[in-house]
């Protein structure tokens, strides 16, 4: 018999019932709530009479209707202004209040995007199933998890049953061989394998991550890289376990300790592909050959490295693929042959589950340290994960140097990288965003998002427009 | 839920790949904590000139002319034409609801997203997959004829077009059965109660570490 990949494996551990017709009932170790996925899920439990399944197993926090203006936020939940963000919010609150659920309120210092507090507290550990009615979940398989977003009829099933009816997925292994310039960071890295792959190239898949420049990745790397497997059509990414990853999941909040701790490690080692695993597809990349990514269009798949030009439309013989590309160029505001370089963003957003962890931040820091955000750009704006991350961050003195660049130092919540809060661009407004979806409208009515990395926001911020961060002289 | 056997209906297009669910139902909409009244925003950016915003009155905003669902000749469509990886993007469950409330009961493309595929068949619609090439003479063939109408037959699995084509598409079997019947599968999966309580106590042995840690 064949190996097996970590996806098997972590699949296997899995089965509570194989059924003939080739579905299976999984068992969910892990469910994260918030406040979007969940209220019709909790109404649904009611209506039916069903009782919560297994309390200890959920975890909820709100995070994409916050606010993260200071003022607004000091009031709770409360001063929400928007009054239909407000009653989102305290929905949550309230359901949580009903099932007993643990929550991170709004302003508990826990609080922050689900995708940054589930790994930093420890609550989703290597070898769970982790799932959460947000597509960004895969972001857990980083820790070497099988983790996916749901919608919200599981989210209801998986607090009826604490299970889900599942069909396993193929395997894929993404590979990055050799090593990165300096520069050229995790979220490089996904965004060229978005190009390689397509925006579709993972459907049907689970992504394993691996290589050399993956092994050499701290765990923010590696959620950074898992958070986007999504966006390459794949609905769970992950990444084997090794030292990295339990020299972080050591000592969290809920992570276990002494004698379990060795019971769990000597599992968790377990947890990574056999050497004889067959995998449907294998792409592999070179490490050197990446260089900082820039999205144009608005897919994920339109990205070029920062020295490329736009498509031009007149060149591609696919009439679909060429009606595609006129269309983003139209959406955009940008014309065909044009370089990226020569792109201008009015606003910079560093943030979201994708880049506002501890290491994101350090990055961007340090290139706009002692330096100010170009006048051409209305707003930067640097929103924190988690509340556990804002303090970090402000012990480190990055706050400071973000403020004294002319940036806004903001609460932690999902903000204007879907712009359901006040944090939104205005229509035609370019935005260079650390987050991972450049759709239509994603970031407000009309706006036009940039995908790059911290430090390519960062330099973006200062610059006025997009530069090879590869040649920034940091002070 | 709405059992799915047997329907017929007016086709309308969606004539582009990569269809995300931004873009099938806007943000500012999920704020709703309900899981009905989508309908009238379902393709929101794209159906109407302005922004909308949430309990807004649809009626009264100006509406793109040239948007497929806006004409005449596709009023009263149930069922959407579209391409490769429709749904991509966030798992919002709002985006088969609004494709729900505003008439659909069946998506044909050449490919979906994952997520989006599995949302459908918890709301009583029907994602088929046909070949590009098929996808591609159905939007030939729509294009052609106003008032074109498909037939959809889930029990055997085919699509019957005017003309009198036959297009057989796959669906796994559990998903065929519950959508055909109708079935809550929260209830089909209590029903493996036993199981799932015998899973869990050898899974407090085998990993202690994840119960009772967070309380």
């Known amino acids: 018999m064949a190996g097996q990949t970590l996806y098997d494996k972590l699949w296997h551990n899995h089965v509570v019932v194989q059924r003939d017709d080739g579905s299976a009932v999984i068992y969910i170790d892990r469910h994260l709530l918030h406040e979007v996925t969940s209220p019709q899920a909790f109404e649904g439990l009611r209506l039916a009479g069903r009782p919560l399944w297994r309390r200890d197993a959920n975890l909820a926090v709100p995070d994409h209707n916050v606010p993260t203006e200071a003022v607004e936020r000091s009031g709770g939940v ?79 099933h998986v607090l009826a049953t604490q299970c889900l009816i599942q069909q396993k997925m193929k395997n894929m292994l993404v590979r990055i061989d050799g090593a990165l310039h300096r520069g050229v960071t995790a979220k490089d890295v996904v965004l060229a394998v978005i190009g390689e792959i397509g925006t579709a190239g993972g ?17 923010e790397g590696r959620m950074t890289m898992c958070n986007m497997s999504i966006e390459a059509g794949a609905r769970m990414g992950m990444v084997a376990v090794d030292d990295t990853t339990l020299d972080y999941v050591k000592g969290r909040t809920y992570a276990p300790r002494g004698a ?40 994920p798949e339109m990205v070029l490295p920062v020295d490329g030009h736009l498509p031009d439309p007149a060149m591609i013989d696919n009439a679909m693929q060429r009606a595609a590309v006129e269309r983003a160029l139209q959406y955009m505001g940008l014309q065909a042959g044009m370089s990226i370089t020569d792109i201008r963003p009015d606003r910079v ?16 820091a340090a290139v706009v340290k002692g330096r100010r955000v170009a006048s051409s750009v209305k707003q930067a704006l640097v929103v924190p994960g988690s509340g556990e991350v804002k303090k970090q961050a402000e012990a480190e003195g990055l706050d400071q140097i973000f403020i004294e660049a002319g940036m806004e130092w903001r609460e932690p919540g999902c903000s204007m990288c879907l712009a359901m ?32 990395s911290p430090a390519m926001a960062a330099a973006a911020a200062v610059a006025g427009h997009f530069v090879d961060v590869r040649n920034w002289q940091e002070q | ?99 729900e409330d505003f008439g659909f009961r069946c998506v044909i493309a050449p490919s979906f997203a994952d997520i989006f595929y599995n949302n459908c068949f918890k709301n009583g619609i029907l994602p088929i997959v046909l070949d590009a090439a098929i996808v591609d003479t159905l939007f030939q063939q729509m294009y052609a004829s106003e008032g074109y109408e498909l037939s959809v037959d889930l029990e055997h699995q085919r699509v019957t077009s005017p003309s009198g084509e036959i297009y057989s598409f796959e669906v796994d079997e559990f998903r065929r059965h519950c959508l055909l019947n109708g079935l809550d599968d929260i209830g089909l999966t209590l029903q493996d109660a036993e199981a799932i309580r015998s899973y869990e106590q050898g899974l407090r042995k085998r990993s202690p570490w994840l119960f009772d840690a967070i309380r």
């Open chain 2, 1 to 99: 839920m709405k059992s799915f056997t047997l329907h017929s209906g007016i086709v309308a297009p969606m004539d582009r790949a990569n269809v995300d669910t931004d873009l099938i139902i806007p943000k500012q909409f999920l704020k709703s904590i309900k899981r009905s009244g989508f309908g009238p925003n379902l393709f929101d950016e794209l159906r109407y000139l302005d922004e909308g915003q949430p309990g807004q009155d649809c009626s009264t905003r100006p509406l793109n002319p040239d948007f497929a669902l806006n004409k005449p000749r596709y009023r009263g469509a149930s069922i959407l034409l579209a391409r490769a990886n429709f749904g991509c993007g966030s798992s919002r469950e709002h985006a088969p609801w609004a494709l």
């Open chain 1, 349 to 364: 957003f560093i943030g979201s589950c994708t880049n506002s962890r501890i290491e994101d931040l350090r990055a961007a």
């Open chain 1, 260 to 299: 379990m701790w060795e019971q769990a490690e000597a599992a968790w080692r377990e947890l990574h592909s056999d050497d004889d695993a067959q995998f449907d597809r294998v792409v592999v990349l070179r490490g050197e050959d990446i260089k900082p990514q820039v999205t144009w269009g608005t897919s």
């Open chain 1, 78 to 156: 409360a001063a929400i202004a928007d009054p239909v963000s407000r009653l989102q919010v305290q929905t949550l609150d309230d359901n949580c209040r009903d099932y007993d659920i643990v929550e991170f309120e709004i302003n508990d210092r826990r609080q922050g995007i689900v995708h940054v507090v589930g790994p930093e507290q420890g609550a989703t550990l290597p070898g769970m199933t982790v799932v959460c009615g947000d597509s960004h979940t895969s972001t857990h398989g980083a820790l070497g998890a099988l983790a996916h977003g749901i919608g919200t009829s599981e989210v209801e």
């Open chain 1, 421 to 452: 809060n006040a944090d939104k661009l205005g229509a035609g407004e370019h935005c260079a965003s650390t987050s991972n979806r450049n759709f239509e409208g994603r970031q407000g009515f009309g706006g036009r998002t940039h995908l790059v």
């Open chain 1, 203 to 219: 459907s049907g898949y689970a992504i394993e991550f691996g290589g050399d420049v993956v092994r050499g990745m701290s765990m």
